[in-house]
């Protein structure tokens, strides 16, 4: 199970962060801070394995909190979720050995897609043993370098939209794509084209019965 605590003033925000973390199996929520102090405070109360963390709050900021973070709990994971693309910032989340950066407003699928990668990271670091695959995949020396992707395109959601199109040699339209996916059809779409600019899938414009014309996408892939 992951212990999350969510660091956020906005309760917006905080609501809709929580809403997207109960769609992922085995993550708990220990509690909401709507600023640095009530965070702390409930850092002492709950064992905690994930803080999402916002940088603008009342009475702190965010990256300066971090050094308080890291000296009392070394071994928390900490994601940025912010609005803030101040390089200070930046540098402070690299510094401080912030697992991800994240720009609001997040989506969905992009939010579960990086809470999946936190607890897998977890579960690897809870083996008694650990063998070379496993410490290059924690340190980032795998020998195939994973593809460096754009903002709004995480990896596992793009994994999932290209296993759909193969499946579908017809091809699919965005509308489609998302239905099946479980994501908006602007979400579908993105990533779709996404796969269009890296060769990977190409699309059409077929036109229906009423003369409208329909964007359709097929695995093109070697």
Known sequence: MLNVLIVEDDFRVAQIHEGYLGKVNEVNLVGKAK???EALKLLEEYETDLILLDVYMPDQLGTDLLATIRNK?????IILITASDHIDHVRKAIEFGVF?????????DQFIGVIEE????????????????????????????EEILPSGIDAL??????ELIKQHPE?????????????SRTTARRYLEYLVSTGCANSESIYGLVGRPERKYFYDGQ
């Open 100 to 108: 991800r950066y994240l720009s609001k407003p997040i989506e969905m």
């Open 73 to 77: 709990y070394t071994g928390i994971h």
């Open 118 to 145: 936190v607890k897998d990271r977890t579960a690897l670091l809870h083996r008694g043993r650990v063998d070379e695959h496993t410490i290059n995949k924690l340190f980032g020396g795998e020998s195939e370098q």
């Open 171 to 183: 091809g699919l339209n965005s509308e489609q794509a998302g239905t099946l996916l479980g994501t």
């Open 157 to 162: 959601t793009l994994k999932k939209v290209t």
């Open 35 to 37: 600023n640095a102090l």
